[in-house]
C-alpha cells in the first residue's frame, strides 16, 4: 500500500472562467500521474494578475495529495510533510504563545486597537493577568458616534473614527495584506479566521475585511478575552504613568484613579496626542519621524474597473478593482519624494475622521463586499523631519504632530469651521483653477467647494499635481471630471517613534512597552497585531525566565 504523499505546485495560472476539474487535469498533466490519483486538491495560495487586459488571470498554488512520490519533482513543485490535506500546513492554524510559567505578573494594556487587543489575547491565554483600557466605547455605540458626526456634525473627542474599541483600523477597509515578514503573521490571520473573519483571507495575496466585518470580529475577540478573565473598560483614558527610578508601576486614569501592575504596553493608536504630549513632559525617549499627509480622491468605482480590468470588468469572479500607485519626485523644496497612494478602498466611502475639536481630516473605508458606488484612496507626500524644520517649525519630537494640526485647522476654516470637507474636482487641482463645482459624491457630512490650494502648502500641493499626472500615465483616465479630492488625509502613520530596546521595552522607561503604529512601530492592523504579539511574547519570556532563576 502507497503512503499518501503531499505536494505544493506553484505560479498555477487560472482563468476566470477556468473550473475544478479543468486544473485538477492540468496539476497532473504538470506531475505526470494519471488525474485520479490526485485524491486531494486545494488552493492555498490566490493572487489576481491583471497587468494585462486581455489576459486577467489568477496566479495559485495547490497542494494535492496523491499515492505516489514524484522523481525527479516537477517545475513549480516541492514536497511537504505528510498528512492529511485537510490538516496541511499552510491553512492549519500555527501554535499560540508560551505559557507563563510565572503567573504572577500583572499587563496594563493601554489602547483596544490591533495591537491592544492581540496582546491581551496572547498575555490572558498565557495566564498573566491583564487590565485593558480603552479611552472610547465598544464598537456598537461608536458606531452610533460616528453616525452622528456624519449626518449632524457632531464630534465625541474620544469616541471617533480614531478612538474606540478596534482602533481606527475598524473603520478603513480592513486590509490584511503586509510586508513585514514574521512567524507571528500566519497567526494573526489564523486568530481573525477564529474570531469570524473568512477563510478567504489565508488564501488571498491581498487580503482584506471591511469594516462590517471587523466589528463583529472585535466584538467576539472582547467576548474570549472577558471570558479568560481580563478586565476590560471602556471610557477609561490614561492620563498619566506612575514611575520610580526609571521604572514604569502603573497608570493615572483621567477621572484621578490609579492601577498598579508590573509591566505597562503603550497601544494608543496614532491619534493619542495628548498621550504623546504628556510622554514628552515625562522625559520618555522619543524622536520625530517621517510620516505622509496629502488628500483623499474619490473616482466612480465603475470608472477604476474599467481602467483596471478593460473589456473584464464586471465579470463575477472580479471584485471591485483596486490600485497602488506611487510615483518619484524632485522638488526643489522637497527633494526627492515619494507620492503614493494609501488606504485604497474600493466601492468604498470616505469619512470625516478629526479628534479635536476646531480639527478636521479625512479617511477612507469599506464593508466587506466592496459594493458601493465609488473607490477612494489616499493621495499624499512623504515628509520628513527635515522638511518641516526647514519649513519653519522648531525642532521637537512631537513637530509632525504640530504640523498635522495645522493642516486640520486649515481644513476646517476652509470647510466653513464644520465638519464638512472642503473639496475640489481633481482635473481643476490639477489646473490650479478651482471651478466651484464638484462631481457627484455621496460624502456626509457635507462637500464643499474650495480650493484646496488655499488649504495645502504649496510645497505638499505642487509635487502632488506632478505625482497624479504620472498616476495619470499608469492609469489612462484616472485624471478625470468625474473624479474629486477632499482634504486633508493626516492620519496616515504616527509621526513619532518612541524608542525601545530589542526587549521591546523603552529604552528610558523599564517596563513600559510601546507598540504599534502609535509607537512607530506598525502601519496596518496585521503589523499593528504582530507588534502586540512580540511585546506579549518578551513579557511571557521574561517571566518565566524569571520563574526559572527562582527555582534555581
Not at 366 to 380: F, Q
Request: aromatic fraction near 6%.
Amino acid at each position: 500500500m502507497h503512503q499518501s504523499m503531499r505536494y505544493a505546485i506553484n505560479n498555477i495560472p487560472v482563468g476566470l472562467d477556468e473550473n475544478t476539474d479543468s486544473i485538477k487535469h492540468r496539476l497532473a498533466k504538470q506531475c505526470h500521474i494519471p488525474v485520479d490519483t490526485i485524491q486531494a486538491c486545494v488552493c492555498v495560495r490566490r493572487a489576481l494578475d491583471a497587468r494585462k487586459k486581455t489576459n486577467i488571470h489568477f496566479v495559485c498554488t495547490y497542494e494535492i495529495e496523491i499515492d505516489q512520490r514524484l522523481d525527479p519533482l516537477p517545475k513549480n513543485t516541492r514536497p511537504i510533510e505528510s498528512s492529511f490535506l485537510m490538516e496541511h500546513s499552510s491553512l492549519r492554524p500555527t501554535a499560540a504563545l508560551n505559557k507563563a510559567a510565572n503567573n504572577s505578573k500583572h499587563v496594563i494594556v493601554v489602547g483596544a486597537g490591533p495591537a491592544g487587543l492581540f496582546t491581551a489575547l496572547a498575555l490572558a491565554e498565557a495566564g498573566i493577568q491583564v487590565t485593558l483600557l480603552e479611552r472610547g466605547k465598544p464598537v456598537e455605540t461608536r458606531m452610533r458616534d460616528i453616525g452622528r458626526l456624519r449626518s449632524r456634525g457632531e464630534l465625541n473627542p474620544e469616541s471617533n473614527i480614531c478612538f474606540g474599541e478596534g482602533g481606527a483600523g475598524t473603520y478603513t477597509d480592513g486590509k490584511l495584506y503586509t510586508r513585514i515578514k514574521h512567524p507571528f503573521l500566519r497567526h494573526v490571520l489564523h486568530t481573525f479566521v477564529r474570531f469570524g473573519a473568512r477563510e478567504d483571507i489565508l488564501v488571498d495575496a491581498h487580503p482584506h475585511l471591511g469594516t462590517d466585518k471587523l466589528v463583529r470580529i472585535v466584538r467576539n475577540m472582547r467576548a474570549e478575552l472577558i471570558k479568560l478573565g481580563v478586565d476590560y473598560r471602556f471610557e477609561t483614558r490614561v492620563d498619566d504613568l506612575i514611575m520610580d527610578n526609571g521604572s514604569i508601576y502603573g497608570v493615572r486614569l483621567h477621572n484621578g484613579g490609579e492601577i498598579r501592575a508590573t509591566h505597562v504596553v503603550l497601544a494608543t493608536g496614532h491619534s493619542a496626542r495628548d498621550t504623546f504630549e504628556r510622554l514628552q513632559q515625562l522625559g520618555i525617549s522619543m524622536q520625530a519621524k517621517a510620516f505622509a499627509v496629502g488628500v483623499r480622491a474619490e473616482h466612480p468605482q465603475e470608472l477604476i474597473d474599467t481602467i483596471q480590468f478593460g473589456a473584464s470588468a464586471g465579470h463575477a469572479k472580479l471584485h471591485a478593482a483596486e490600485y497602488s500607485l506611487s510615483h518619484q519626485v524632485t522638488d526643489p523644496d522637497l527633494g526627492k519624494r515619494g507620492i503614493y497612494s494609501f488606504c485604497m478602498c474600493p466601492g468604498g466611502l470616505i469619512v470625516p475622521s478629526p479628534t479635536e475639536p476646531g480639527h478636521m481630516a479625512v479617511n477612507g473605508m469599506s464593508n466587506a463586499k466592496r459594493a458601493g458606488r465609488w473607490a477612494n484612496s489616499g493621495l499624499v507626500v512623504q515628509l520628513t523631519p527635515d522638511d518641516l524644520t526647514r519649513h519653519g517649525l522648531p525642532q521637537s519630537p512631537l513637530m509632525g504632530i504640530e504640523f498635522q494640526r495645522q493642516l486640520e485647522r486649515a481644513t476646517f476654516a476652509a470647510a466653513d469651521k464644520s465638519y464638512a470637507a472642503p473639496s475640489m474636482k481633481l482635473i481643476d487641482f490639477i489646473n490650479n483653477k478651482a471651478s466651484g463645482t464638484l462631481a457627484p459624491t455621496r460624502f456626509k457630512p457635507a462637500a464643499i467647494p474650495a480650493d484646496l490650494h488655499t488649504v495645502l502648502p504649496h510645497w505638499i500641493s505642487q509635487p502632488l499635481i506632478e505625482g497624479i499626472r504620472a498616476f495619470d500615465r499608469k492609469m489612462r483616465g484616472y485624471i478625470t471630471d468625474e473624479a474629486n479630492l477632499f482634504g486633508c488625509e493626516t492620519r496616515t502613520s504616527s509621526p513619532i517613534r518612541i524608542e525601545r530596546g530589542k526587549d521591546m521595552q523603552s529604552v528610558n522607561a523599564a517596563g513600559l512597552y510601546p507598540v504599534g503604529e502609535g509607537a512607530g512601530y506598525a502601519g496596518g492592523i496585521v503589523s499593528a497585531a504582530v507588534d502586540g504579539l512580540k511585546a506579549a511574547d518578551a513579557i511571557i519570556n521574561a517571566a518565566n525566565s524569571e520563574a526559572l532563576r527562582g527555582k534555581a
